[in-house]
């Protein structure tokens, strides 16, 4: 097979593929209840003949061309979307009011569906596993659930993507080795005795004693942690229902931790607590800290994603293949990474004349539709050559 196949046929089923993906991108539902999308995916699939596994983590799907070897590849594709009332004017806007596709799960979709579509019309030289997955966007991760019911079973290498607005539309981007950071979330309780405050001398105050605490985390980041290993801590709420003259009896702090290596992190939990926990008993008031452990780090195999980048510029030309950056953001695509090799590559789908530059997780997040063709034709290239 040729490289020019792949693409040739890409650009044949390129209107099946919008049609597939704005269905998607109007009904999206939320982690774990992606009931319609499941049943729409599984009809698609009886229409074409091809069998399948659904119920699988609720809604997963599992679907598998059969080849001449032994030898599986895998393609994952997440299915969820998020609650955000979506703000743009197209005819193919969320149906569902206050849930969008603003991560690009629908292109996801859309180009696994592609490369199903390319790859049953050729004789394979090993069978190719379609795993469409639930709750991406949700812990404990869809992934760590399929895994559980055996969906990787078997799999010697896996492929995803997802969707980039910072590269255009007929660009992917990768990035060999690790690429994602782990992801933890931390919810703190401070605990103290509220009261006037006119008299601060009678409370204990939980304002003043989170305040200090929340500067003094930022050290486990710039003075604890190794500093060749990319570590972020950052606070998003803080939370006291006192009033101008009224000192609250609680206060609490919800934050993320993020890094990539599993020995730090592990410590810097302790380290969170510590701290914590110390600067209350400073104050005279308690912490209570919960540490919920979320997404490990995404590590793209390396001997993999090199044959991967070969095999992308081959199909689409050198200057059209990046490398990335590492990212601190997480995915639960992480959680295969850690199981069997992998590679998760970047899909540009930014345009500025389609408007389309918006960040992923924002009301006004669209794709370059063209995006579609690259997608399918090199997922499936991929996972023809692996």
Known sequence: MKASDFLNAATRIHPRLIEIRRHLHMYPELSFQEKETSKYITHLLEELGISYTSGIAGTGIIAELPGKTS??????????????????????????????????????????????????????????????????????????????????????????????PHLSAGQVGFKPGKYMASSDEIYIKVIGKGGHGALPHLNQDPVVAASQMVIALQQVVSRLAPPFVPSVLSFGKFMAEGSTNVIPDLVELEGTFRTMDESWRTKAHDLIRQIAQHTALAWGVRAD??????????????????????????????????????????????????????????????????????SVHTPYFDVDEEALITGSALLSWLAYYA
């Open 289 to 358: 800290v919960e540490i919920v452990k979320g997404y490990p780090t995404l590590i793209n195999d390396e001997a993999f994603t090199n044959h991967c980048v070969g095999l992308a510029k081959e199909l689409l030309g050198e200057e059209q293949v990046k490398t990335l950056e590492i990212r601190m953001t997480a995915e639960d695509f992480a959680f295969y990474s850690q199981q069997i090799p992998c590679c998760f590559f970047r899909l540009g789908t930014g345009s500025e004349e389609k408007n389309t530059l918006h």
């Open 71 to 164: 030898k599986i590849i895998g393609i994952r594709a997440d299915m969820d979307a998020l609650p955000i009332f979506e703000k743009n004017t197209h005819e193919y806007v969320s149906k569902n009011p206050g849930i969008m596709h603003a991560c690009g799960h629908d292109v996801h979709m859309a180009c696994a569906l592609g490369a199903l579509l390319l790859l049953r019309e050729w004789e394979l030289p090993h069978h190719i596993r379609f795993i469409f997955q639930p709750g991406e966007e949700k812990l404990p991760g869809g992934a760590t659930l399929m895994i559980e019911e055996g969906a990787i079973l078997g799999i010697e290498k896996m492929l995803a993507l997802h969707v980039y």
